[in-house]
């Protein structure tokens, strides 16, 4: 029988069906469930697969019956995010799962998590810890920051010298401390940090991962501001020609930012984006944007030389350049460039990906941009930026940002519709949560802080927008849920 899409369907079948048994806990929640009586003894190879154009992107209707398991999909995406569902059903053994039908697809194409690898590297086998995690959550976009004033984590083929100075710190924040040092907490260990980077190798394994998962990896290599790293390397291309060549081991907006006057500078990244564009074939590169302060171009002559010949009206409009020209650049080559929210104030081209941060606050760039018509990825600080303490009794990381929380009831009422207008919401891609990493050092850390946030967030952004949220049985789900994390040797946070 060929099975429709649609909610009337769906909820003839509810009505038909007995409540969701408590014992069920699917994390992100589907659309739509039905539970039978009887259970099915399923294996892996008796799984049927139909395809049923019928069914949107991504979606799935899953039937188990006593006699086996059918999963019906339009695509290969679809068909695998069933089988996630399968998983969670079958945790606790294969031999029992419940009899009934599950239909589901994701409200949000873009499903993302932005993992900082410049102020901490954690490594592949993390990286793919994690992928994994995301996959099993129906999250499809791994953000990798590559690089920052405190790390460059990409080995460059033509400039080595990148990471031979860009991948090594002479010693590094200690371990509790920020880092910041406004607050004077900057404790230093003894040992030098690295040199940490990928090779193109390394990230080949990763892609090929991450593809296997239906996860698109989104490179991030930033400029013109955090690349006090690839300055370490590269000091000619700084607006005063030469720096101590290690990068930053504090955590703070650095001056030194790239010389936008200086033409040599201006190749060099050409050249570096080239490889980048060579190594990752996905449509977007994200080319960062954030935090340029603007007092060394002020101050030299070749960027003011630049102001001067392009006929601009200020350093703001110098960074507005730099951002056209880079965008124009991958445009050239077929790729989409994704900035964050500071370069909407430069005008870019509108098929630029404006990646807000501040979208709820502040300046309501992202807002702006999406009412504009770019493409936007939404990343409030408030309610995704899982860096942040969440509040539990034994969070371990509540020292960070004393009085400033991110619960998990936060993460859980996100909505990247949040403040739009109707004329913005078609623009919003989805979301990412982002995980910066100045005071997260290892995968336990990276665990506690993403996990069970990051639950919450695939199931705001997998779920309607529109649909009632209930945390009271999102908590009821995630106490099951928390179990096959454990299961699964994730540091999982406590929910409360
Ligand atoms: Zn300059």
């Known amino acids: 029988m060929r099975i429709l899409c649609g909610t009337i369907l769906a909820a003839a079948a509810m009505a038909a069906g007995a409540a969701t048994p408590s014992a069920i806990a699917l994390v992100p929640a589907p659309r739509e469930q039905v539970w039978r009586e009887g259970t099915c ?42 089988r996630k569902t399968l998983k969670q059903l079958a945790w606790e053994g294969c031999n029992s799962i419940p009899c009934g039908t599950v239909m589901d697809w994701p409200a ?30 129906k999250l499809n976009v791994f953000h990798w ?20 100075y860009g991948a090594v710190r002479p010693c590094s924040v200690a371990y509790g401390h920020t880092g910041l040092a406004e607050r004077g907490d900057c404790v230093f260990n003894t040992e030098p940090y690295g040199p940490f980077f990928y090779t193109a190798d390394d990230v080949r394994e990763i892609l090929a991962f991450a593809k296997e ?3 698109t990896v989104v490179p991030e290599i930033e400029m ?8 370490a390397a590269h000091p000619e291309f700084s607006c005063k020609g030469d720096l101590p060549r290690v990068p930053n081991v504090i955590h703070s907006i650095e001056e030194d930012v790239l010389c936008a006057g200086n033409n040599d500078a201006i190749r060099f990244m050409e050249q570096v984006y080239d490889e980048v564009c060579n190594l990752f074939p996905g449509a977007c590169i994200h080319i960062g944007g954030d935090e340029c302060p603007k007092t ?13 010949a392009l006929g601009l009206k200020d350093e703001d409009a110098l960074q507005a350049w730099v951002t056209r020209h880079f965008t124009d ?22 098929e630029t990906i404006i990646h ?109 927008p529109a649909a009632p949220r209930d945390f009271t049985d999102f908590s009821r789900r995630m106490a099951v849920h928390r179990k096959r994390l454990i299961a699964a040797h994730v540091n999982c946070a406590p929910l409360k």
């Open 41 to 82: 003894a399923f294996v892996e190879k008796d799984i049927r697969c139909v395809r049923d154009a019928a069914l949107p992107p991504e979606g799935y209707r899953l039937d188990i019956t006593p006699d086996g398991v059918t999963v019906a999909s339009a695509d290969d995406a679809g068909a695998f995010y069933a």
């Open 108 to 137: 949000f194409k873009w499903r993302g998590v932005m993992l900082d690898e410049g102020r901490h590297f954690f490594g592949k086998e993390v990286v793919k810890h994690e992928l994994e995690l995301m996959a099993d959550h």
């Open 145 to 164: 920051h590559l690089t920052e004033c405190q790390g460059w984590r990409l080995d460059i083929q033509r400039f080595p010298e990148l990471v031979k």
């Open 213 to 215: 998962r239906y996860i």
């Open 224 to 231: 013109p501001g955090h690349i006090r790293a690839l300055l």
């Open 296 to 308: 060394r171009w002020k101050e030299c002559p070749k960027c003011q030389a630049r102001i001067k």
């Open 329 to 350: 650049y991958l445009a050239k080559k077929g790729r989409r460039a994704i900035g964050w929210d500071e370069v909407f104030a430069g005008n870019p081209g509108k």
């Open 356 to 464: 807000g941060w501040h979208i709820q606050h502040g300046n309501k760039f992202g807002l702006l941009a999406a009412e504009a018509g770019h493409p936007t990825i939404v990343s409030d600080l408030k309610s995704t930026y899982f860096s942040l303490p969440q509040k539990t009794p034994d969070d371990p990381f509540t020292y960070l940002s004393p009085g400033t929380w991110l619960t998990l009831e936060t993460a859980y009422s996100f909505d990247p519709f949040a403040g739009m207008s109707e004329k913005a919401k078609p623009h919003v891609l989805g979301a990412e949560c982002c995980m910066w990493s100045e005071c997260t050092w290892n995968i336990y850390d990276l665990d506690f802080k993403l996990w069970p946030r990051a639950c919450a967030f695939a199931e705001a952004l997998w779920t309607s």
